[in-house]
């Protein structure tokens, strides 16, 4: 079992910057992720880290979103500089945790935090 919660969410003017945190606990996970849920779209897949560090964005946030975690203290971070109005969503931590994490796909996340609402206003 993995424990996600996430925090850091807000609401900040377009331009701005905010940083999401999501501290986990329980057992070991392949990756972890970032999603996020827009009033009337479904879950869109943000980023991803794996326990190698390798990183990975969707494209509309490449340059702008930074993923990363700090292994010591257990906690996913999403650094978000340059905020859109159309980044407004409800923003999804995610664990894979799978037996094998050379088989991890979009699928191996099997578990999520409660959100937190990000609203970027213009």
């Known amino acids: 079992q993995v424990r996600l919660v996430e925090s850091g969410g807000g609401s900040v003017q377009a331009g701005g910057s905010l940083k999401l945190s999501c501290a986990a606990s329980?057992?070991?996970?392949?990756?972890m992720g970032w999603f996020r849920q827009a009033p009337g779209k479904e879950r869109q897949w943000v980023s991803t880290?794996?326990?190698?560090?390798?990183?990975t964005y969707t494209d509309s946030v490449k340059g702008r979103f930074t993923i990363s975690q700090d292994n010591a203290k257990n906690t996913l971070y999403l650094q978000m500089n340059s905020l859109k109005t159309e980044d407004t969503a409800v923003y999804y931590c995610?664990?894979?945790?799978?037996?094998?994490?050379?088989?991890?796909?979009?699928?191996?996340?099997?578990?999520w935090g409660q959100g937190t609402q990000v609203t970027v206003s213009s």
């Open positions: 995610a664990a894979a945790v799978i037996w094998n994490c050379f088989y991890m796909t979009p699928k191996s996340f099997n578990y």
């Open positions: 329980g057992s070991s996970w392949c990756g």
């Open positions: 880290i794996t326990t190698d560090g390798t990183t």
